[in-house]
């Protein structure tokens, strides 16, 4: 009996992101007639999603781990101005330019994990607190503060992921890059041995130590690959923004987590999916596009955003309370 | 007025399917020092916390000063005048001595504030009745010794005018000079009229100190003595007295090479000179109290603790366990006693928590072998007995003797050559510890090497060949089985630091 009264609420708790984006569409669609439901405008949000989603993987890996990665923002920003930076002094092959924006990135994640296992800092908040900072320093180091266009450069095929639409109705590259990017992450995380392990190590991560796992490689793993993606997401940005700005990574990281939190990932890690996350990462986008369509300034979309967080956060802990009462029963029995 | 500060009487407490205390009664005295002694798992800890207001009994009466009182929370207790001092101390190490004394209890003035001149001489005036007048009321308690953090700890339950203070296991953690202070503090609270209710491991103390005796044993009151009465023999007697069921299906293996060597296994403060050899197809029980080191050493030798000293041989070869992972690679197999903290993924699902400690051998690539996994998961469902609906169910669901079958299959799959098994029927009903003794069976039968740790004195004699005693992180006695020491007493005996002749 009990059994079945859980795994109804479990589902209904998964279904949660689901539904809550169908709420949003349906109110949207009635409010906003002709103008949300439109073809150029669902790809809009797409678009929109994209570098949300690229960012969110990674972060996604830390949250199963039961860190965080704080300093996403930064580091994709970093490989934005690192692109842009390099085009400047006069290299403008993009393979150079992107692995140059990836290698340096996945570096910055590898710094990230070494910190948090060699050094044993206490919590990875510490640690990528402070490389957001350090990222946020050299990129506007290497830019001298300044701006830097990409329009016209000669760097084309680099902007192209993250500008080009395909089809005849006009689907991002870039949202394409995230289906990819996200079936590699579902076989990784389900049908690897890297994957359990992961979740293994954020699920308990003394039983991991004592069953062999050696807790420390993966997690330093898991903020290399959270490096790498910021990489990816940076030469996205280029296309999408066109500049290299420091300015524009304000709310990347919040985004981020946002967004695999209210997909199923908990704080407490050991859980959460990547196909949630694009749920959250879409609805996420879906009420920016709305609210944008409203005419809604920046004033009210923070707003709304921020107690969008909130309730993500209201939702875990409410997860976690009725699985320490399942957990309780389960004792009883 | 009662001839007893707090008394007991007919408390039973239950856990699910478990009966902690049955029937227990027991009269402390107004300034008396009454000894608490027993077993591990004898119910000890159920008393204090149901004395302590932190188990709320279902059935019975607690009376302090013959005024009848129910606690249900701690709180309550403390206002009826019952402390505890408990073995981990509730200190807070970044706090001053002066506010861990006055931890929830205040003295504010005027203002509303809080009134620290009278709050650092009221703790220097209780800290100097308790032998120490030049105590720094100012200084941090992480920065002061594990026995003046106990005095810390006393002056907390002397300052709100404790009738009853529990002593859990105090001098476990101390040295000597620290112990014979704390016995000399003791000895002054009861000439203060504060009746002391004084649990130990150590007999000798319990003599020195103790006006009467209470032992316990399977949740249940064996005797009260005055402590004058009283003799080594006799407590033991007391502790251990009850018959050998046959719920041991005890079967014998072919003792085999010698597969696991220690020498000399040292880690300070924690284990001295620890030496010992383990047989293919043979079980060696580890017996001793709680904190005897044997725990340690097992964490020691699979390499979850680093080791000061001392040298491992598997199969004559020296090995070196620096981390799990090199051990379970050199064919060591480490069942830990806590079952969820440090053997299951609670969260992960039967399937996966099998293959944990073995990914390789379902690996094709870095891609898991799915069909594999899931008929591996199925057999050991099947052959272990495991209760649960599927092997996608996560562990969290199961009970708990499912839940240390699950781990046992974790085990199985790493095909060690050593078995370590701390604990392994711990928290298990009937049952499913039969189970756990054939898998034990099975695997002393194809030769293997197993090593049990167990607290519970019928288990060692139902299944080993051969035990080791141990005692605050020394070798004690080496007992075979069919040898004439072979039995609880004497097991009992050297746990409890007596000679066996």
């Known amino acids: 009996m009990n059994n079945k009264k859980t795994n109804v609420s479990d589902i209904l708790m998964k279904l949660g992101p689901l539904m809550v984006l169908a709420i949003m569409f349906v109110v949207f669609t009635i409010t906003l007639p002709g103008k949300f439901i439109r073809v150029a405008n669902l790809m809009n949000i797409l678009k929109q999603t994209s570098i949300n989603c690229i960012i969110a993987s990674g972060m996604l890996l830390a949250l199963i781990t039961a860190g965080i990665d704080l300093s996403v923002g930064y580091n994709a920003i970093l490989a934005t101005c690192l692109i842009g930076v390099l085009m400047k002094n006069g290299i403008t092959n993009p393979v150079v330019l992107i692995l140059s924006a990836i290698v340096v990135s996945t570096l910055c994640g590898f710094i990230n994990g070494t910190l948090l296992t060699r050094l044993d800092l206490p919590h990875p908040f510490v640690s990528t607190l402070g490389m957001k900072f350090v990222f946020w320093g050299i990129a506007l180091l290497i830019t001298n503060s300044q701006t830097i266009g990409f329009t016209n450069k000669g760097i084309d095929p680099v902007l192209w992921i993250g500008k080009q639409t395909i089809f005849s109705f006009g689907f991002p590259v870039s949202f394409l890059l995230v289906i990819l990017i996200y079936a590699i992450y579902h076989v990784f995380l389900n049908h690897s041995a890297l994957g359990r392990q992961i979740y293994c190590v954020g699920g308990n991560p003394e039983a991991a130590r004592m069953s062999g796992i050696r807790s420390k490689d993966v997690l330093t793993i898991v903020y290399t690959l959270s490096g790498f993606m910021c990489g990816i997401a940076g030469v996205v940005l280029a296309g999408r923004l066109n500049t290299a700005n420091t300015a524009s990574a304000a709310t990347y990281d919040t985004d981020a987590i946002a967004a695999c939190i209210i997909g199923g990932a908990s704080f407490r890690g050991g859980k959460g999916t990547i196909w949630g996350t694009m749920l959250g990462a879409l609805l996420i986008s879906t009420i920016r596009n709305g609210l944008n369509l409203f005419s809604a300034g920046n004033d009210i979309q923070y707003i709304v955003i921020g107690l969008v967080i909130i309730a993500a956060v209201t939702i875990d802990v409410m997860r976690g309370k009725m699985e320490a009462r399942a957990r309780k029963m389960a004792m009883a029995d | ?501």
């Open chain 2, 1 to 501: 007025m009662s001839e007893y500060v707090v008394e007991l009487k007919h408390v039973t407490k239950r856990f699910p399917g478990v009966i902690a205390m049955r029937d227990m009664h027991i009269q402390i005295r107004p300034g008396e020092i009454h000894g608490l002694v027993g077993e591990n798992g004898a119910g000890k800890s159920t008393l204090i916390k149901v004395l302590t207001g932190v188990h709320v009994p279902e059935e019975g009466e607690i009376y302090v000063e013959g005024k009848k009182v129910s606690f249900s929370n701690p709180v309550q207790a403390r206002e009826a005048g019952i402390a505890c001092v408990y073995q981990e101390l509730n200190i807070v190490p970044m706090l001053p001595v002066v506010d861990n004394v006055f931890m929830g209890r205040k003295i504010t003035n005027k203002y509303g504030l809080l009134d620290y001149p009278r709050m650092h001489r009221e703790a220097k005036e209780a800290l100097a009745t308790l032998g120490h007048p030049d105590a720094d009321t100012k200084r941090e308690c992480g920065k002061l010794g594990m026995g003046m953090q106990q005095m810390v700890e006393i002056a907390k339950a002397v300052s709100i005018n404790a009738k009853l203070l529990i002593m859990d296991e105090p001098t476990s953690s101390l040295g000597e000079q620290e112990i014979k202070q704390l016995m000399k503090t003791v000895r002054d609270l009861k000439e203060r009229g504060i009746a002391i209710l004084f649990v130990s491991h150590k007999l000798e103390e319990l003599f020195e100190l103790c006006d009467r005796v209470t032992v316990m044993r399977d949740g249940e009151h064996i005797i009260t003595e005055d402590m004058a009465n009283m003799t080594n023999d006799k407590l033991i007697q007391a502790m251990v007295g009850r018959t050998l069921e046959n719920q041991f299906p005890k079967e014998f293996g072919v003792k085999g090479e010698c597969m696991l060597k220690c020498e000399h296994l040292t880690s300070i403060g924690v284990l001295k000179d620890v030496s010992f050899e383990a047989y293919g197809g043979e079980i060696l029980a580890f017996a001793g109290l709680v904190g005897a080191g044997r725990t340690e050493t097992m964490r020691a030798l699979f390499g979850a603790d680093k080791l000061d000293g001392g040298d491992i041989y598997i199969r004559g070869q020296k090995v070196n366990n620096r981390n799990p992972s090199q051990s379970i690679r050199n064919g060591i197999a480490f069942l830990t006693e806590d079952r969820k903290g440090q053997g299951l993924v609670l969260s992960q699902s039967v399937k996966t928590n099998m293959i944990l400690a073995n990914m390789k051998k379902f690996m094709k690539g870095p891609l898991l072998k799915g069909k594999q996994i899931e008929e591996n998961a199925q057999g050991m469902v099947d052959t272990l007995r495991i209760k649960t609906p599927s092997t996608e169910e996560v562990t969290m669901q199961l009970s708990g003797g499912n839940q240390q079958k699950v781990v046992i299959g974790k085990w199985i799959n790493c095909d060690a050559d050593i078995y370590i098994f701390d604990e392994p029927t711990r928290g298990i009903d009937v049952g499913a510890k039969v189970e756990v003794y054939n898998v034990m069976n099975q695997l002393v039968k194809e030769g293997k090497c197993l090593i049990m740790v167990s607290s519970e004195l019928p288990e060692v004699l139902g299944m080993a060949d051969r035990v080791i005693v141990m005692r605050e992180g020394r070798v004690m006695a080496e007992i075979e089985r069919g040898s004439k020491h072979f039995n609880q007493e004497d097991i009992m005996r050297a746990a409890w630091g007596g000679a066996l002749t």
